[in-house]
Nanobody, 115 residues
Framework: QVQLVESGGGLVQAGGSLRLSCAAS????????FGWYRQAPGKQRELVAA???????NYADSVKGRFTISRDGAKYTVYLQMSSLKPEDTAVYYC?????????WGQGTQVTVSS
């Protein structure tokens, strides 16, 4: 089992920045990929960014150049640095971890960007 706890969400004005954190515990040695997803009201959950065990990141087109995913391997913590935020980035952001046994989710953290 893997437990994930997100933090760092909040209210920010358009153009501002936020950093989300996701602390993993449990069978962290087995995690192959971490991801950040988001879900806005009335919309499906979508992938924002992911990072593989080897550090390779990938991003949704909508956040490329604005968001950066990183990880602190020693602490099993994953970060999502969000800059130049837009109102359409408003959503609940979820941390995700993947290993051979399954997929794990955090409880989510709200990000609200005001115009």
């Amino acid at each position: 089992q893997v437990q994930l706890v997100e933090s760092g969400g909040g209210l920010v004005q358009a153009g501002g920045s936020l950093r989300l954190s996701c602390a993993a515990s449990g069978n962290t040695f087995s995690i192959n990929r971490f991801g950040w997803y988001r879900q806005a009201p009335g919309k499906q959950r979508e992938l924002v960014a992911a990072i593989r065990r080897d550090g390779t990141p990938n991003y949704a087109d909508s956040v490329k150049g604005r968001f950066t995913i990183s990880r602190d391997g020693a602490k099993y913590t994953v970060y999502l640095q969000m800059s130049s935020l837009k109102p359409e980035d408003t959503a609940v952001y979820y941390c995700n971890a993947l290993n051979a046994l399954g997929v794990y989710w955090g409880q989510g953290t709200q990000v609200t960007v005001s115009s």
